[in-house]
């Protein structure tokens, strides 16, 4: 029985029209049905969605509030509400919380720092960054361990210790940078390590570890390890963090085969500016690469000691390297008017090419 709204002339000649029409009529009268309820099924979506904003972004602004309210102490009150409790259930709420409290926690310093990590652990938030530091993947671990250092967690210590000698090599980067920060005065739990990897990445962090927790190991105790990586880096760290007392041991890298080593030990020199090196410098000078002469140079300027002149005006002479016959030019300049002097003396027969290098090394523009 056909419902009464349509029409019983339309249905006659659905009844008596050929197939192909009645096909067509009833495919039409499918894709309005199917076109309604399309329409339907977006409107209905869509306004989920709209709800669903609305109350992300009113409980991100409740979120932000509550965590700002209890950093500053403006929290009347000595525990979470029970609505946070339940918010906090869900892994997204949790997630964001979690990312504000952090985010406000790093520009934070003192009883309101401490105040957000005591709020941490109420919400119950150190067990999901510890899931996160024992989680398969690496670069959920790294986040695990991002939040065990930054709201201290005691607990996670042995997780990211056990990964001090992982082969991923992101995650030992992390783990170190980590320990790092746990331990800035004992690195040795890795730096030991015959074939411990420190990637550049890792280098740049850690320094900025070392600056920030103001614990700077005793370098110079790596400077005889088997890892070139390890030499090159203790020397690095001892010529930046001014110890002296490893003069010797750096000196002694000059003999090295590893020229990374011994670029790294001149470097080293230039950052200490002692004149007991002065003479160690210019003893390798004539066998080395224009690389490593020019960082000589460099180091020797630093120092800046009246007895190099002669070896400066000698080099000048008898070098063949543009760059570095600019750099001797322009480091005998820094020997004040006795250093004028000597370039005026040889500029009187020198060559077109050494006039236009000590013109150049005159020039205070460049």
Known sequence: MMPEFIPAELVDYVKTSPLLVRSVILLSILFIFSSIFL?????????SKIVKIRKENLFSEYCVDFITEW???????????????????SRVKRDFFTKELLLLHSGLSGDSALRLEVLFKMAGLEKYSIKKAKSLRWDIKVKGFSEILQMKIEDGEEIIKKHLRSKNKYLISHSQIAWIYLHPGNPEIFLDLPNVTLSDWWQVNAIDVFKATR???????WIEHSNPNVIKFSVRMCGLFKQYESLDKIIFCLKSNDSGIKKEAVKALKMLALPEALQKLTAIYEEESNEIKREIIKAMISISDSSSLRFYESQLLYEEDSILRILIAKAIIKQGDTGEEALDQIALSADPELLSIISHAKDTRI
């Open 39 to 47: 329409a339907l099924v977006v409107t209905i979506n869509r306004f």
């Open 215 to 221: 614990v700077i190991p005793q370098f110079g105790n």
């Open 71 to 89: 950093a500053y102490n403006l929290y009347i009150g000595e525990s979470i509400p029970v609505i946070m409790s339940k918010h906090l259930r």
